[in-house]
């Protein structure tokens, strides 16, 4: 899994000329098109990502070896082609392609997409598959992206997060906890409130944008806002080849397809919470002060049916 940091060495490797200004909002097999037609492209390589256009669903849940038997080449070379086309290996190109093949599906279509893999019960189904996303995000998330997130966060005059639909769960779980730890910020859902709210944002805030599955161009619009003003974006996704994450700042790479007509929001909420301790972290004293209070006022409001505020008598 690809994460995105603007301000590393790491983003100049993925910065590399096929896929980086490639329209991110082509459908999978016009955006392989495009990769193809690159003069430098060997013929093994051509051949690989020409049968993953004639098969763009079936590529993106393929083995390497099953991509290699219909391309007539060997494994190595389907691994060649994905490293030639700017990712790590054919792993982290399948996810891609799936992203995009996924995200061009309506909840209907998404559902029927998933009916051949469903196993009749939907907790197991659910299960499954979730365990397999929190155990890739285990494997490849960049750790040290949760603490810059957090500092990010803590040293910001403004925070505001913004985040629509499914995702809007996730980034409320984050303004929730980051507000409990002392770190007020703002959450915002639509394009109204989106345009009204961040016209004032300057280089000493700092914005999270939640967007995975479809990209609504209210994130773009933001996106392309903030970058103008200076102002740091920390975008969390399912995918860094889109227009948003070329221009956000620090892109946190999350595992999104669910098993019905949804995408899942576990592993987003899942980075949520390791970014909201890691935010604790940065004045333990300080959020533990805020804490405190903020336990002595649903106390007093008597919100909680049983009191954490030991008895006097």
Partial sequence: MQQLDHNDGNFSKMQQPLQNRIDAFRSAEEWLHALKNNPQISKSCERVIQCIIEGVEQASYATAAEVAACAGVNTATVSRAAQFL????????RSEIRNRYLSTLSPVQLRDAHRSKASGEPLEDAISLYMEHLASLRRTFDRS??????????????????????????GRLLGHHA???????????????????????????VVVIFTVWRLYRWALF?????RERGVPVYLITDSVNTPVADKADHALVVPSEGFSFFPTVLPSICLVEAISAALFDVDADNSRNYLESAEKKWDELGILY???TPSKT
């Fill in 222 to 226: 933001a996106t392309e806002f903030c």
């Fill in 306 to 308: 049983y009191s954490s």
């Fill in 86 to 93: 700017g990712f790590d290996g054919w792993t982290e190109l």
């Fill in 145 to 170: 992206l949760v603490k810059k997130t957090a500092q990010a966060l803590a040293g910001a005059k403004r925070r505001v997060i913004i985040a629509s639909g499914s995702s809007a769960v996730a």
């Fill in 179 to 205: 507000g409990l730890a002392g770190y007020r910020c703002e959450i915002l859902e639509d394009p109204v409130s989106i345009s009204n709210n961040i016209s004032d944002l300057c280089s000493d805030d």
